[in-house]
């Protein structure tokens, strides 16, 4: 008998119990930094690799999972500051390299990333592959950058093409309040109300790094069945908790987040907001533990808001793998 009890080793044998075999990756990022300017000067967020594609994700989430990866992955272009011009041609360039890795993996599912003043011609131009499914939207296009509210960087014009086509659109939301702040909250519930036909995700459990602030606008919007949420990122099971218990289990949808779940440390809420600590804040504090990656942290808390839940085995694999499945496989047309 060993003469200790391995609590690291005893918490990854629950985490790779919990973990379904079959796994579909809602919201993950592909990047080439020859068309992300404001990140060249920034090598620490350009995650030390100058391309992420379809490859370097799964070789990536491989080694992040204890040798799992997920089968099948929502792409979304990696937004850059510069990309706000259209004109300049990034943006189209962030959108080619999804539709590239599409056609390199047929196991990816894809975004365009669209811009305020685009109009409906502009963004159909974009969707040049047939698993281009959904629409990825940034507060960088912002004229108030991360205190825009979403009417700001995510036109109509979109939720118009994602009606026709029924398709996705992604969104992290901006603001101190997330979703508490009403501008945010009475716009996505208009527009979700005039187009029904669009399937807004809203993502990081609405952008909840700040747990407090998803808890009253979910009850909100759980009427509203184009609303969906993907847990990407999130640490914390209180927001996760909150989505399942307003969407219920067939619109939550697992989602890494990678390259930015490759980070380690976690983000905390913290009074009415939230900081994303670091091995050397946790140093700091007196932790001498080993630090995981959010990924981890994040399926940490995936596990416990299962269990708190009292979510079936079934429930799990609607939120790992069914869900989205059934939101950008089975629209295959
Ligand atoms: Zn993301």
Redesign the pocket.
């Known amino acids: 008998m060993k003469d200790f009890f391995d609590t690291r080793a005893a918490l990854r044998e629950r985490l790779a119990v919990f973990l379904p075999e079959r796994i579909f990756d809602a919201?993950a990022?592909v990047y080439d930094a020859s068309f992300m300017p404001s990140y060249a000067d920034k090598p620490e967020h350009a995650f030390g690799r100058s391309r992420v594609g379809a490859a370097e994700y799964r070789q990536g989430m491989e080694a992040l999972m204890y040798g799992r990866c997920p089968q099948r992955v929502m792409l979304?272009p990696t937004p850059d500051p510069m990309m706000r011009d259209r004109a300049n041609g990034l943006c189209d360039a962030a959108t080619a390299c999804v539709a590239e890795e599409l056609r390199r993996d047929p196991g990816c599912y894809g975004a365009a990333y669209v811009l305020p003043g685009d109009t409906e011609a502009d963004i159909e131009a974009m969707l040049d592959h047939e698993r281009i499914r959904g629409l990825k939207c940034y507060y960088y296009a912002s004229p108030n950058g991360n205190q825009g509210p979403a009417n700001e960087f995510l036109p109509e014009s979109a939720w118009r093409v994602a009606e026709r086509r029924g398709m996705t659109i992604t969104l992290?939301l901006a603001c101190d309040g997330a979703m508490s702040d009403p501008r945010n909250l009475e716009y996505v519930e208009a527009m979700a109300r005039r187009h029904p036909g669009a399937v807004l995700i809203l993502?990081h459990a609405g952008r909840a790094f700040a747990e407090w602030t998803c808890i009253e606008p979910m009850k909100r919007l759980a009427g509203l069945d184009n609303i969906w949420f993907d847990l990407?990122?999130i640490c914390e099971p209180a927001p996760m908790m909150a989505c399942i218990r307003a969407a219920g289990v067939d619109r939550v949808m697992w989602g890494s987040?990678y390259p930015?779940c490759c980070f380690v440390g976690r983000a905390v809420s913290f009074a009415d907001q939230f900081a994303w600590v670091d091995e050397k804040a946790l140093r700091a504090c007196g932790f001498r533990g080993e630090v995981f990656t959010v990924l981890e942290e994040n399926l940490i808390a995936t596990w416990i808001a299962a269990d708190l839940l009292d979510l079936t085995p079934g429930d799990v694999r609607k939120i790992f793998a069914g869900n989205a499945e059934r939101l950008f496989c089975l629209r295959e047309r």
């Open positions: 919201h990022h979304l992290h993502a990407s990122a987040d930015c």
